[in-house]
C-alpha cells in the first residue's frame, strides 16, 4: 500500500533509509506527519538540471570552505608549535640559571 502510494505521488523510494534521512530534516530520529508530507511534496517526480546544478555549486562551496578552514588550521597549529618551542627554551635556560644559581651557593642538588 505505501508504495502503491510512493508511486501515485510520482515517488521513486527505493532505499528507504535513505529517504527517512531526507525527511527527518532535524536529525531526531524520527518524522513528524507534516514533516512526512511535505517531504514526500518536495521529493516527488525527476530532479531537474538546476536542482542537480545547485547540488554541485553546493558542495563546490563547502569543499572550498572546508579547504581554507584547514589552512587556517595548520597556521595556527605552527604558530603553536613555535609558541611552546619558545616556551620550553626559556624553561630551560630558566632552569640552567637556576642551577647554576644552586651551584655557585652551594646548594645544588643532583
Known amino acids: 500500500a505505501v508504495k502503491a502510494y510512493f508511486e501515485s505521488m510520482d515517488l521513486d523510494v527505493w532505499d528507504a533509509w535513505s ?3 531526507l525527511l527527518d530534516l532535524d536529525q531526531r530520529g524520527d518524522v513528524e506527519i507534516e514533516a512526512f508530507l511535505m517531504g514526500c511534496l518536495r521529493l516527488r517526480g525527476q530532479a531537474r538540471s538546476i536542482d542537480l546544478c545547485k547540488l554541485i ?3 563546490a562551496w563547502l569543499l572550498k570552505q572546508q579547504s581554507q578552514f584547514h589552512v587556517n588550521c595548520e597556521k595556527e597549529f605552527k604558530k603553536l608549535r613555535s609558541e611552546i618551542r619558545t616556551m620550553a627554551g626559556h ?4 632552569a640552567n640559571i637556576l642551577r647554576h644559581s644552586e651551584e ?3 646548594t645544588y642538588m643532583q
Open 104 to 106: 655557585v651557593n652551594g
Open 19 to 21: 529517504f527517512f534521512k
Open 91 to 94: 624553561a630551560s635556560a630558566s
Open 57 to 59: 555549486h553546493d558542495q
